[in-house]
């Protein structure tokens, strides 16, 4: 369906931390420790043309084309990524790898832990965003990449795009965080919380300990997934898709069935998103975001950002985005900006919610290539060998997907 | 001699008072525009003198084309958008067009000089003779020659004259340093006529 996919993928995966354990924040350690990633495109002969994608709460390392062959299982970040996309496949070489503490193939409490060959459950040790981008770091290492060309990612994407400018501002030219912040706010803590409270409450969670029972905590899940989805819209969108109108009924029933479109909404994606991911993974990967806050331990935002003059920023935001409001950005903006560092933002005006960071295509494509364009220039980054210029039409083709795909893809 | 004639094979032609500013500029320099627009003076600089340029603009449409450009520019506007900035991080900082705009300009003109050692501002001279005669024979308020916009148009303006703004500047300690009169796109000599014979003046301004 995709005209410029880049083809049949397959995920890879990279163990690391055999020998010595992997220091977390925590004090924990890790030992050994599993990454499950993707790349497309080459590698030019500098190794100066890398990007590293980094994917949402409950994304992975999919991130374009169709894993393992099959057509029908896109990337995340499809519209994105491709041959002539924004991330141009011919251009540049990108990689995405799945965050450890989720569900993806990298290492989480899913995983068996070696030291009772059983899964980790809540034997698993807490995780942050600083580690799950130190694991990244051992990556690029792997992958013999000296300084990416750029990191890019939204919403927890985002926070780990921040994390790598501000700790790792080394091995990086360019940092693109899109509609995230810079420390989780207390709401957002709360609705973290919320769905952890859900998964708690569900009596077969069992202290995270169902690996090996036949239920799960499905229904727990389910709940913390429609409060995130309850998120990521905005009253408008939720007008416009939904508005009151009613699923399968012609008139009240006055009863408790599911009986407005945005309950069967919920409903669907809520049970969906059980069959896809892990509820431990869900209470591990909520703490990391809810752990993130840059401006610790300052206490100022722009002090994190001191030893990242050369990084250059192209910071997105979107005007209805109430879980990350456009002032978190706007703040990030300021203190780069109070930094000394290269900043471009656009607070883009959009119905959409926290979401419009998937379905606002146009704008990011030409925000997002114009931006990588001027990257290649200032940065002289050549490409890699073999490559071929496309002509680019003036309006862009984009794969619109199917609603209820998008809700899939979503953070 | 005309200032829109001289077209470049890298950048369009610019607007009068854009070239004007762009021939103030010292080659390397570090630049802020406020307001920057479409990014086009930008763009200029940075192809032409090898500037450092950095833009501030409020509209989405400015910001899209500034990126497209290939140019740093930050959604904003004068006002907020001018805190950020440490000292003397600038050695120019742009306000072209804008000042009939501002809310607060003595407070704009005194950041951009805490940020910049240099600002240079355009704007739309009304203390020119068409306006003069447009209020005395028709008791019409007068629209300025460079810019065509009604009273009742958004944003809302404020008219002032060139002695109104050489006046304000030494009020609030501002000098103004190097002077271009253009009338109606055309660089002028006005001799000591310069409130009656230009339509837009251009002015670099230091602290007094």
């Known amino acids: 369906m995709t005209t410029n996919s880049v083809g049949p993928v397959y995920t890879q995966f990279f163990t690391f931390a055999e020998e010595e354990p992997f220091p977390l924040e925590s004090g924990e350690t890790l030992q050994p420790v599993t990454l499950a990633y993707e790349t497309y495109g080459a590698l030019n002969a500098d190794r100066s043309n890398a990007i590293l994608i980094c994917h949402a709460l409950s994304g992975g390392a999919h991130a374009a084309g169709e894993l393992d062959g099959d057509p029908t299982r896109l990337g995340w970040w499809e519209e994105t990524i491709g041959p002539g996309k924004a991330f141009d496949t011919d251009r540049f070489f990108v990689i995405c790898s799945n965050v450890i503490g989720s569900c993806y193939g990298s290492t989480g409490p899913a995983s068996i832990n070696p030291a009772t060959g059983k899964p980790y459950g809540l034997n698993f040790p807490v995780v942050t965003i600083g580690d799950m981008v130190r694991a990244q770091v051992k990556l690029i290492d792997h992958l013999g990449i000296e300084r990416l060309l750029c990191v890019a990612g939204g919403s927890m994407g985002g926070m780990q795009v921040l994390e790598w400018a501000a700790h790792h501002p080394q091995r990086l030219r360019a940092a693109i965080p899109i509609a995230t912040t810079a420390h989780h706010s207390p709401m957002l803590i709360a609705f973290s919380e919320v769905g952890r409270q859900a998964i708690y409450a569900d009596p077969a969670w069992n202290h995270g300990a169902y690996y090996d029972t036949a239920q799960k905590p499905d229904a727990g899940l389910a709940v913390a997934r429609m409060v995130g989805h309850i998120t990521y819209l905005s009253e408008e969108s939720m007008h416009l898709k939904f508005g009151r109108r009613l699923q399968g009924h012609e008139k009240y029933g006055y009863e408790f069935e599911t009986e407005f479109e945005v309950e069967s909404y919920l409903k669907y994606n809520g049970h969906k998103f059980t069959q896809r991911f892990d509820a431990n993974s869900y209470l591990y990967v909520t703490k990391a975001m809810d752990y993130f806050d840059l401006t610790q331990p300052t206490g100022s935002l722009a002090a994190a950002f001191a030893d990242s003059a050369h990084v250059k920023f192209l910071v997105i935001s979107f005007t209805s985005d109430w879980l990350y409001p456009s002032y978190h950005s706007k703040q990030l903006v300021s203190a780069l900006t109070a930094a000394g560092v290269d900043v471009t933002y656009l607070d883009v005006k959009s119905s959409w919610g926290h979401d419009a960071f998937l379905l606002e295509v146009e704008t990011m494509t030409n925000l997002l290539s114009s931006f990588l364009d001027r990257l290649v220039r200032e940065e002289r980054v050549a490409a890699p060998s073999g490559y071929m210029p496309r002509p680019r039409p003036a309006s862009r083709n984009h794969t619109v997907l199917p609603r209820t795909q998008l809700a899939d893809n979503l953070a | ?208």
């Open chain 2, 1 to 208: 001699m005309s200032m829109q004639s001289v077209v470049s094979t890298q950048s369009p032609p610019l607007r009068a008072d854009l070239l004007a500013i762009a021939d103030l500029i010292e080659p390397g320099a570090r630049v802020l525009d406020i307001g920057c627009g479409d990014g086009a003076l930008l763009e200029f600089l940075r192809d032409r003198k090898q500037v450092k340029g950095r833009g501030i603009e409020l509209t989405e449409a400015g910001v899209l084309a500034c990126v497209r450009r290939g140019l740093s520019v930050r959604q904003g506007n004068v006002q907020e958008g001018l805190a950020d900035y440490p000292d003397q991080s600038f050695d120019v900082v742009i306000l072209s067009q804008t000042l009939p705009f501002l809310d607060d300009p003595a407070m704009v003109l005194a950041e951009m000089l805490r940020v910049g050692r240099t600002a240079i501002v355009s704007f739309s001279n009304w203390g020119h003779w068409r306006c003069r005669l447009e209020l005395l024979f028709t008791g019409r308020i007068p629209v300025a020659v460079d810019l065509p916009q009604q009273w009742y148009e958004s944003p809302r303006r404020q008219p002032f004259s060139v002695t109104d703004f050489a006046r304000f500047c030494r009020k609030i300690g501002i000098t103004i340093d190097r002077q271009i009169y253009l009338n109606r796109g055309l660089r002028v000599r006005t001799g000591r006529f310069k409130n009656l014979l230009s339509t837009t003046a251009v002015f670099t301004l230091q602290r007094a």
